[in-house]
Nanobody
Framework: QVQLVESGGGLVQAGGSLRLSCAAS????????MGWFRQAPGKEREFVAS????????VYRDSVKGRFTISRDKAKNTVYLQMNSLKVEDTAVYYC????????????WGQGTQVTVSS
C-alpha cells in the first residue's frame, strides 16, 4: 500500500503557471511509473503525463506538450507537474497515480487537487 498526497492546485488566470506536487508515503513495492490524470466536470478522467521511475522517461498527452513538464525526485518519492501557459480548458481536478513494477495499471491514486483557470 502507498498513500499519495497532492498539493499545489488553485485558481490562476489564463497564461499563468502552477506546480503540482505528489508525495508518496513509504511503500513496500517498486514503482514503475507515476502519472498525472485529470477530470473536468461532466467528462471522463484523462491521462495527462507520466514519468518512469528508474529512467525518467516521460509521456504527455498532445494538448499539454510544450506547456507541462513532469518530473520526479526519487529521494523524496515525489512527482511534480509544472504547468505553464495554462488555458481555461485545463480546468479540472488533477490526480496523481502510481503504477507498481508488478502491475500494468495505475493502482494507487491521490485524493485530487483542483486546478481552475479563469479567462
Amino acid at each position: 500500500q502507498v498513500q499519495l498526497v497532492e498539493s499545489g492546485g488553485g485558481l490562476v488566470q489564463a497564461g499563468g503557471s502552477l506546480r503540482l506536487s505528489c508525495a508518496a508515503s513509504e511503500r513496500t513495492f517498486s514503482i514503475a511509473s507515476m502519472g498525472w490524470f485529470r477530470q473536468a466536470p461532466g467528462k471522463e478522467r484523462e491521462f495527462v503525463a507520466s514519468v518512469s521511475w528508474s529512467g525518467g522517461f516521460t509521456v504527455y498527452r498532445d494538448s499539454v506538450k510544450g506547456r507541462f513538464t513532469i518530473s520526479r525526485d526519487k529521494a523524496k518519492n515525489t512527482v511534480y507537474l509544472q504547468m505553464n501557459s495554462l488555458k481555461v480548458e485545463d480546468t479540472a481536478v488533477y490526480y496523481c497515480a502510481v503504477r507498481a513494477a508488478v502491475s500494468t495499471t495505475y493502482d494507487y491514486w491521490g485524493q485530487g487537487t483542483q486546478v481552475t483557470v479563469s479567462s
